[in-house]
């Protein structure tokens, strides 16, 4: 009879500790709300994905991307992106440019540079002895501090003279992804497992020891603040420059969502796009997410958010202007 107590005593803690589980699990699962936005699809499918999307101005953008071995282009617009024009500037797909006094630098697959003066969009193709893949790049006086590699197995922090001249090359365990510069000219960049800032000028590189993810995209919107996505699902928030960073949403092992590129208008305003139809948005500088159910399933690589309209660049070329 005592055995049978026993047992049944035992049995009644493990039923608690199964429930208290589910419990937890339940508690712990990531919930959203959803939202239903209007949009139009200004360009539908094309031969090639738009991998960044940047107005300089009211009304004039770019966009740039390619067909990753084949050919890289780039998209303008003067009206507002009512129309875009299309040009071919690469032999490889475009995956990044930088805006600097009054002229556009972007580099991509295979180690070519390209740039223009925006008051004329004629572009001028230059390509170093060093074709490494380059997926960031960032312009600052004469210089171009440039990110790339392969996966977890080779990475690097690049500067390079105005003719691509290689100036020093900081070595990394794992891909660099992103790169941009603040106002007061601190570099940010991230990579596999990895976020590095510089206060030189990209001379030299501190990094941080938060990892977790292979990260995707940094985004900046002052010299405080700014946001880091992962292909895993993280979500990270500086408001000290960098020097910490605050997991508003951690990485997911099972049925984690690809976050790819993300950005925001203002403090609150944000949005961040992945594959497989990921849309999300925020109105409290990223602490809570809302899913945008209305748009097509595509495989989101870019976005751009100018006032009240989030620009939209796909794995397949579509072009979207998604309106809150």
């Known amino acids: 009879m005592v055995a049978h107590k026993y047992l049944a005593a035992n049995i009644n803690r493990l039923s608690s500790f199964f429930i208290f589980v589910l419990i937890s699990l339940f508690l712990s699962c990531d919930t959203q709300d959803t939202l239903d936005l209007t949009f139009v699809e200004v360009q539908g499918q094309q031969d090639f994905s738009i991998d960044k999307i940047q107005f300089i101005d009211d009304n004039r953008a770019y966009a740039v991307g390619g067909d990753l071995w084949q050919f890289g282009i780039a998209q303008f617009t003067s009206d507002g992106g009512d129309s875009w024009s299309l040009d071919t500037i690469s032999f490889k797909t ?60 080779h990475g690097f922090i690049k500067q390079l003279d105005k003719d691509q001249q290689v100036i020093s090359i900081w070595d990394t365990p794992g891909e ?36 977790g993810d292979n990260y995707q995209d940094v985004y900046f919107l002052s010299n405080n603040i700014g946001w880091i996505v992962g292909q895993a699902g993280s979500i990270l928030k500086t408001e000290d420059a960098g020097n910490t ?73 579509h072009l979207l202007k998604m309106f809150f």
Do not use: C
């Open 94 to 153: 475009v995956r990044d440019f930088d805006f600097d006094r009054g002229s556009i630098y972007a580099a991509g697959y295979r180690g070519y540079y390209i740039s223009t003066d925006t008051s004329i969009n004629d572009w001028n193709l230059q390509r170093p002895d060093d074709r490494e893949n380059i997926h960031g790049i960032v312009h600052q006086e004469e210089v171009y501090t440039a990110v790339g590699g392969i996966s977890f197995q």
């Open 176 to 211: 660099m992804t992103a790169i941009i510069k603040t106002a007061d000219q601190t570099l940010h960049a991230v990579g596999y497992g990895q976020i590095y800032r510089s206060l030189d000028n990209g001379q030299n590189w501190l990094a941080n020891a938060q990892e």
């Open 245 to 317: 960073w605050q997991e508003l949403r951690k990485p997911q092992a099972h049925g984690k969502a690809n976050l790819l590129n993300i950005h925001f208008a203002n403090e609150d305003l944000g949005v961040l796009v992945g594959e497989e139809g990921i849309v999300w948005t925020s109105n409290d500088g990223g602490q809570t997410w809302s899913v945008v159910e209305s748009l097509p399933a595509y495989n989101y690589t870019s976005v751009f958010v100018k006032d009240d309209v989030a620009w939209l660049g796909s794995e397949e070329g």
